[in-house]
């Protein structure tokens, strides 16, 4: 580990190809003679990756930085740089629990909003795995376990409150939230200029817009988050923000963390899933309801370990008390996964599984299913008591 009295002190400014090679000689993460090479390899909405390789080696470090606006966007749309120091703050602390499932953070730096950490070009975006069919095995055993040990370990059911107290404010991440609070709950639940979608889509929209009772709902669960800070989340733990293979799994990209709600990082995981249960033809759609189900039978099996080894509070041991935690992030996470699913068909940011699907008529049917699902998530999320009941509701609805 490096630290950043290595570095002399620099003003932010974008690094290039060039001034990332340059960075990581200054900081000696290489030998002095290596022959380096650079490739900007970021595909996401809001951040510059760098893989620095030495050519000879077969060395690889990852430098991340920030922009200061939204790629997506652009640079009409403003966006803090504090988000790196947070995104390098919660890879270190939640490599505290679970040191297996994130990647080594080497170095971090505030003024230059980067993270330089492990490479893992070893492993393939689980979204993209996904696409193409791909099974991962251990996917969603060890995400449960990612979301059991992150969320007890940060939580008042684990610390001391003072601890926890001191935690909150660390991690305070208004700007990020922000984005969350207008693209996942409110923008597409009103016509919102964000909102991008398929024409075709309208009649649903509309319905959408128009439906009372679900925009209660999803009040509801948009408070839940503005003002339950229960445990330290990732923010935004979508396929995307997991490389996987066969082996091993690492969750990346923690920027929008926060203390917030449980089921949200649980709520977006089961969404993204479902997405691709929703896309898959038959034969392959079983091994992702079984990840459904085994990401969260894994979570509240540790999670109750946890609560039964490590709580601090007595009144965690009341008889009655753990189903009732249990019960609460069970049903706010299908709330949260049916936000989730509405706002990658309607909203600003997109994925892949379904906009890349080529036939139009079978996107827009599994971009309705997308729609109704999440809908049903919404609404149902308390009369749904097990994950069982989550998956017959999705194999009535979608497959
Ligand atoms: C402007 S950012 C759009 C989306 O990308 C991130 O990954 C988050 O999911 C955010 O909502
Ligand atoms: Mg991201």
């Known amino acids: 580990m490096y630290s950043m009295t290595n570095l002399t002190k620099k003003q932010y400014e974008p690094l290039t190809v060039k001034t990332a090679v340059d960075l990581a000689r200054e900081l000696n993460l290489f030998e ?3 022959s380096l090479q650079c490739n900007e390899i970021g595909d996401g909405n809001l951040n510059y990756v760098f893989q620095v390789s030495d050519e000879i080696t077969g060395k690889n470090i990852i ?13 009409s749309w403003p966006l803090t740089l504090k988000r790196a120091t947070i995104e390098a703050k919660v890879l270190k602390k939640h490599g505290e629990f679970v040191p297996a499932l994130v990647p080594e953070v080497y170095v971090s730096d505030e003024d230059l909003a980067i993270t330089i950490m492990e490479d893992l070009s070893h492993l393939t975006v689980a979204r993209e795995g996904l696409i193409n069919g791909e099974a991962y095995p251990r996917l969603s055993s060890d995400i449960g376990e990612y979301l059991a040990r992150t969320l007890f370990s940060t939580s008042d059911f684990a610390l001391h409150p003072f601890v926890k107290k001191q935690l909150v404010s660390e991690f305070s991440n208004p700007e990020l939230c922000k984005i969350t ?6 923008d597409p639940f009103f016509d919102h200029d964000s909102n991008d979608f398929e024409q075709e889509l309208e009649n649903e929209i509309q319905a959408l817009w128009a439906n009372h009772s679900v925009k209660l ?3 509801k669960l948009k408070f839940s988050f503005l003002t339950e800070a ?12 997991i490389f996987v293979n066969d082996l091993e799994t690492k969750v990346i990209d923690p920027e929008f963390a926060f203390y917030g709600p449980i089921g949200f990082d649980v709520g977006q995981f089961l969404a993204n899933l479902m997405v691709q249960a929703i896309t898959r033809e038959d034969t392959n759609q079983s091994v992702i309801l079984k990840h459904i189900t085994q990401t969260w039978e894994t979570f509240s099996a540790i999670f ?3 609560w039964e080894k490590e709580s601090i509070d007595p009144l965690t041991q009341v008889p009655g008390f753990l189903d009732q935690v249990l019960e609460k992030i069970f049903s706010d996470s299908l709330g949260f996964a049916g936000c989730e699913l509405i706002r990658r068909t309607i909203g600003l940011a997109h994925v892949k599984d379904l906009d890349g699907i080529e036939d139009k008529e079978k996107r ?4 309705k299913q997308t729609l109704n699902i999440g809908k049903l998530l919404i609404l149902k999320r308390a009369e749904l008591k097990t994950i069982k009941d989550v998956i017959t509701l ?4 979608c497959i």
């Not at 229960?230 to 396929?239: F, I, K, P, R, S």
Request: aromatic share 4%; charged share 25%; proline share 2%.
């Open 32 to 34: 002095v003679h290596s």
């Open 63 to 75: 430098i991340k930085q920030a922009l200061p606006y939204a790629k997506i966007v652009g640079e």
């Open 181 to 186: 609070e207008d693209l996942v709950f409110t």
């Open 217 to 219: 709902e999803v009040a």
């Open 230 to 241: 229960q445990a330290l989340l990732h923010g935004d733990l979508h396929t995307g923000s």
């Open 304 to 306: 109750s370990e946890l």
């Open 364 to 367: 827009l049917q599994c971009k």
């Open 394 to 397: 999705l194999e009535k609805k």
